[in-house]
């Protein structure tokens, strides 16, 4: 196995344990009884964990090591899935939850950092002197998005039909993990502890501000108003099978995501956003009509295209923070970018929120004409050449 296969391999299975929650939220509210505020506060506290993660390991890695950082990370997955599994046991369960959920989004937040930059270092020169530019982008987007589908696919089939449904998914995660961090081991490491000097401040360009940072939220909030938002709305025409259905938009948002990250990666950054941010408006007007039918059926075509919207953004995120970042930096600004990028999470509690005042089909709408008005601002941003940049002496 090729380094950059077993790096992005850990992408795979960080992804896998962090997003396999997002399927058993419905098992919570339903046999575990939590009310639908508990459920989002377990959601709320792996984004409390996921920031510094995030801003710390990204930063930290570009001076110490990819390596040094990413191997504890998916160590401490490990007992970390091991404490959400105690939340099937009434004494601790939801003490186990928080700790759990918060701890996965430490362990997430570095990983994704790290991961991320460590394969795109590995795909190219000396590791794999023939891979194209893109390449990187390309395979950190696919290992982190195929993760993301896999961990809710296979933890809502298992809390569905498996016994032991609040405890074995976490266990597969287990041992996946395991398998996971033997293969990590041997790996090269790309950026050897002092090769930098740099502190843990990260420099953001100026294009990064004004190109990448309007379309970031949308990355992740896509396939947030996909599997988060769609069942709530479609609420009781899911009667007897909420779990299943969340369970078959997650596969079909982030399978088609995956799916086109390998076309995504032909395009030109600013094409790749300006098309993401247009299947975005086009997914969400569906989704309105859907909540405004009550039709689970028209659900699934509008998180295909919400799907093909979260693949053509992240990989377009990605190679614009690659092309623009300094080599001393790259893991430091990656970690930005997808701190920006899980903003968009807050969308399905804000709505949630809002669904009092207006019904789901009207306030899908109006999440459409705003990420309408961020295609206006990145389609005009993108056109202007922007001069080097490079950060500031000490």
């Known amino acids: 196995m090729r ?43 792996y984004a409390a964990g996921l920031v510094p993660g995030l801003l710390l390991g990204g930063p930290a890695s570009d001076r110490w090591g990819r390596r040094r950082l990413l191997l504890p990370a998916l160590v401490v997955s490990v007992p970390a899935s091991g404490v959400l599994a105690l939340g099937g046991v009434p004494a601790v369960s939801e003490p186990a939850l928080y700790t759990g959920r ?10 994704m950092a790290v991961g991320t930059s460590w394969v795109k270092e590995l795909s190219q020169a000396p590791w794999d002197p023939d891979a194209d530019a893109g390449a990187g982008a390309r395979r950190a987007a696919i290992a982190l998005s195929a993760g993301f589908g896999a961990g809710p696919l296979v933890a809502g089939l298992l809390a569905q039909w498996a016994p032991l449904p609040m405890e074995l998914p976490y266990l597969v995660h287990v041992v996946l993990t395991l398998a996971v961090v033997a293969a990590v081991v041997g790996v090269p ?13 990260v420099h953001l360009p100026r294009r990064f501000r004004r190109v990448v940072a309007p379309m970031a939220p949308w990355a992740f909030g896509a396939p947030a108003l996909s599997f988060a938002v769609q069942p709530a709305a479609l609420g009781s025409r ?4 909420g779990l299943v259905y969340a369970t078959l938009l997650t596969t079909v948002t982030l399978g088609v995501g995956v799916v086109v990250q390998s076309w995504a990666r032909r395009l030109s ?26 039709s689970p059926v028209l659900a699934v075509p509008a998180s295909a ?22 080599p001393a930096q790259l893991g430091g600004l990656t970690a930005v970018y997808y701190a920006v990028t899980y903003v ?4 399905p509690v804000a709505l949630a929120a809002l669904s009092g005042v207006a019904g789901y089909p009207v306030l899908l709408v109006g999440v459409a004409v705003l990420a309408g008005v961020s295609l206006a601002v990145v389609a005009w941003t993108g056109r202007v050449r922007e001069p080097v940049e490079l950060p500031a002496a000490g």
């Open 344 to 347: 968009g999470f807050v969308l």
């Open 269 to 294: 950054p600013v094409t790749g956003s300006r098309l993401g941010l247009a299947a975005l408006v086009a997914g969400l007007l569906v989704a309105a009509c859907a909540a405004a039918l009550g």
């Open 3 to 45: 380094p950059h296969t077993r790096a992005a391999a850990a992408l795979f299975a960080i992804g896998y344990g962090a997003n396999q929650f997002s399927s058993l939220m419905v098992m919570y509210r339903e046999q575990a009884h939590y009310s639908a505020v508990t459920v989002a506060a377990f959601f709320g506290v």
């Open 102 to 111: 918060f701890a996965f989004g430490v362990v997430t937040g570095i990983a």
């Open 305 to 326: 295209v919400i799907g093909a919207a979260y693949g053509l953004m992240l990989v377009a995120g990605l190679l614009e923070v690659q092309r623009m970042a300094e």
């Open 238 to 241: 899911l009667a007897g099978f």
């Open 189 to 201: 490491e790309t950026r050897p502890a002092g090769a930098f000097r740099s502190g843990l401040r």
